[in-house]
């Protein structure tokens, strides 16, 4: 199995159906209050940075859509300064890549995106959703060499719960961190249960994972 197939099946058809909740845009409103945690228990700074990854349709519809949630988020970045790019990656996806120092205006305009393409009845092409922390060098959980360390809250719209996701390097991912984050957030957010679904969306090279 590829990494495609993998992604496929982790965030795809079959983890829907087995999901135990519905995914709803709303969810990602929890990132509003999670994110205040990182950074306060465990000094985990906003790198300023959320991703929407979602899969293309070749339909006249969907590019409309697609106009449209471009159009949404060109307004926002006039009232709030948060910007947004569209890009696909290597593996045939398509991610809305949004930066802004403001984590609430992160949240909200991540959250116009996702509802805009629920709303016209292409929730079913939404993948995920990214929020990126970096580890800070002091401070509550800081630890010796983890200092600049990038982690990731990521949504899954197939299961309607969030994971952590803690890569390292190539193809390596530190499940203890990982575990850490669960156990501080688990309540605060809605986590994923099965370890199975925590997909891990690899950085491209040395970036972030949509390239």
Not at 135 to 148: C, F, L, M, N, R
Request: aromatic letters at 14%; glycine letters at 10%; a negative charge.
């Amino acid at each position: 199995m590829g990494i495609f197939d993998s992604l496929r099946s982790a965030l795809g058809i079959s983890a829907e159906a087995d999901a135990t909740r519905a995914a709803s845009p709303e969810d990602l409103f929890g990132m509003s209050t999670a994110y205040m945690t990182m950074e306060a228990d465990l000094r985990y700074d906003s790198t300023g940075e959320a991703a929407l990854c979602f899969s293309n349709v070749d339909s006249t519809a969907f590019a409309e859509t697609m106009e449209e949630v471009e159009a949404i988020l060109d307004a926002g970045e006039i009232e709030t300064g948060t910007k947004a790019r569209f890009v696909g990656d290597s593996h045939g996806y398509q991610w809305v890549v949004l930066e802004d120092d403001d984590f609430e205006d992160l949240v909200t305009s991540i959250h116009f995106a996702a509802d805009t393409f629920v709303e016209e009845g292409f929730g079913s092409r939404l993948l995920a959703a990214l929020f990126s922390f970096e580890k800070g060098s002091t401070g509550p959980g800081a630890g010796p060499g983890d200092a600049g360390q990038v982690v990731y809250w990521v949504y899954s719209f197939r299961r309607g719960a969030y994971y952590p996701f803690a890569p390292t390097g190539g193809h390596d991912r530190d499940s203890s961190v990982e575990f850490k984050l669960e156990s501080l957030l688990d309540g605060e957010l809605t986590v994923e249960a099965e370890k199975e679904y925590w997909y891990p969306l690899w950085p491209e090279g040395d970036g972030r994972p949509w390239g």
